[in-house]
């Protein structure tokens, strides 16, 4: 069993910046690809960016590429999403998600394990 929790959210300009932090419990955080997805109102969650379990391969949904970066910290047992150049398009709750796999994913239902979320609004 893997449990996680997601920090960092909160109320921010356009053009602004978040970083978001996961921290999982367990011995074996290592073994677990993770990703970041998101979920606004009236809409399906999404995709956002997953990172392999050694952090050597990470996607990104074309949305945030460039403006988004996800990293890991093994030895802290946690997750990063750094969003930059935020837009009111990312207002959203967004959620950690971790696999039973070393392989990195970026498909919802390939995910085992995911945090309570954690809202990020931009807004002006």
């Known amino acids: 069993q893997v449990q996680l929790v997601e920090s960092g959210g909160g109320l921010v300009q356009p053009g602004g910046s978040l970083r978001l932090s996961c921290a999982a419990s367990?011995?074996?955080?290592?073994?677990?690809?993770m990703g970041w997805f998101r979920q606004a109102p009236g809409k399906e969650r999404e995709f956002v960016a997953a990172?392999?379990?050694?952090?050597?391969?990470?996607y990104y949904a074309n949305s945030v590429k460039d403006r988004f970066t996800i990293s890991r910290d093994n030895a802290k047992n946690t997750v990063y999403l750094q969003m930059n150049s935020l837009k009111p398009e990312d207002t959203a709750v967004y959620y950690c998600?971790?696999?039973?796999?070393?392989?990195?994913?970026?498909?919802?239902?390939?995910?085992?394990?995911w945090g309570q979320g954690t809202q990020v609004t931009v807004s002006s």
């Open positions: 367990g011995r074996t955080f290592s073994m677990y690809a």
């Open positions: 990172i392999s379990s050694g952090g050597g391969v990470t």
């Open positions: 998600a971790a696999r039973d796999s070393r392989i990195a994913t970026t498909t919802t239902h390939y995910y085992d394990y």
